[in-house]
């Protein structure tokens, strides 16, 4: 698939509005994936209110496509409304534990995917936002959250109002396996990332950054341990809040 | 796109096989999803050995797939290459904790919903098996998955031999909500599940099972508290196995 193949993230975006209804039937089809026991564990908020985007902002540490999309929209797994039709039907739902996150955490995600290439086929340029689950605690109170239900991904959409440079991605037989997994030699992890660290604009990154390797802006700047570990212990209390800790 | 509105899983295959070529192709341009970081942390352990399926069907409930597709993809959330590679520049690596384990879950999810578009595209059929969290401790010893890899998604792919019925889904007002979640009214609830709960291979379903309810089937018979509280379990002692706890 040609928009597949040719796909790069849009991070700036034209005055076009996506028209609601186009959202909708873009959406109607993404929920056409695969979902565990036909459950649909999911729910998606639109935002389009100006006011809202600037709240939503902090909590994806202020990337400007938050309030310059004109769509966001953030993907949530979702046991609440399961959960309340078991109630009124004399059924007991057992939903408020560990596995029950990840079920609908998986749902939300697959569906998530899915309307990422529908918006993309249909001409449309997204964003992929990874910081839904560093600050989930402000997106629950923004989007008014109930038990059950935790943000897993957001997305920015719009027309795309740049044509960027595709990123790079790893040799393919450094990620498929045949039969069993086979660890990495050193050798072979060299192989791996040698066009990575080749490179001119991750030659110029590791000068402008002062590292001495790229590994280092990831676990130096970028992805730093510290930070990990305080956003695990925040999303697990998050898990908790919305009541996924039985 | 008609691929993706016209979808349905389909659990019966034809005996043709799918050409590695054909499969690395599609999985080289699922690849192209988004990425946290561009750290693809995601490995695809490809099972075509008939001895290898056998082996692996117990840890799916011995669901008839597994040993009748000619291909059996688990995709993996996969911090090990990523972090050799820093420990190969110098660079210490921070990913053996929550964050990271859900951040390449993540990223192990998009690619496995993107091939899964792809493929039926192509004209493949696809099912999607949940199990795979549910008994990863057997999966990762089958598949020899070390340290920071842990399996999140199945996926057996073949030629189709079926078309069944489209299996019906919730109306989007269920699903979408404008700027703030608003949570569901018993009418709502009522109402969104109306649709479901009137299908007669529903009613069928409810009469066989002997339940007085469709939703007690899923609390009493498929997704019970009491499984799920124990998967759950499994599940944080996996993360844990798989060095992801600290």
Not at 11 to 38: H, I
Request: with cysteine; hydrophobic share 35%; proline share 6%.
């Amino acid at each position: 698939m040609e928009s597949i193949k040719n796909r790069r993230t849009i991070r700036k975006y034209t005055q076009e509005d996506v028209p609601a209804e186009l959202l909708n039937e873009l959406l109607e089809e993404a929920f056409r994936a695969s979902t565990m026991g036909n459950m649909q564990l999911y729910s998606v908020v639109v935002t389009r209110d100006a006011k809202m985007k600037e709240r939503l902002a902090p909590a994806h540490f202020n990337q400007p496509m938050v309030t310059s999309a004109p769509v966001v929209l953030t993907f949530c797994a979702d046991f609440n409304r399961f959960s309340k039709w078991c109630e009124q039907r004399k059924a007991e739902p057992g939903y408020n534990n560990f596995i029950s996150f990840l079920n609908a955490a998986t749902d939300a995600l697959l569906v998530t995917q899915n309307f990422c290439t529908l918006a993309e086929e249909k001409g449309l340029g997204i964003c992929y936002l990874g910081t839904t689950i560093y600050n989930p605690d402000q997106i629950i109170d923004l989007l008014k959250l109930p038990k059950l239900v935790v943000p897993v991904a957001t997305i920015t959409v719009g027309y795309p109002d740049e044509c960027p440079a595709q990123p790079d991605r790893l040799p393919i037989r450094g990620i498929i396996h045949e039969e069993q997994y086979h660890d990495y030699t050193p050798a072979e992890i060299d192989d791996i990332y040698a066009y990575k660290e080749s490179l001119p604009e991750n030659k110029h990154f590791v000068e402008i950054n002062h590292t001495e390797t790229l590994a280092q802006i990831f676990t130096d700047i970028r992805y730093k341990k510290s930070d990990n570990e305080y956003m695990s212990e925040g999303l697990k209390k998050v898990l908790k809040r919305q009541g996924f800790d039985d």
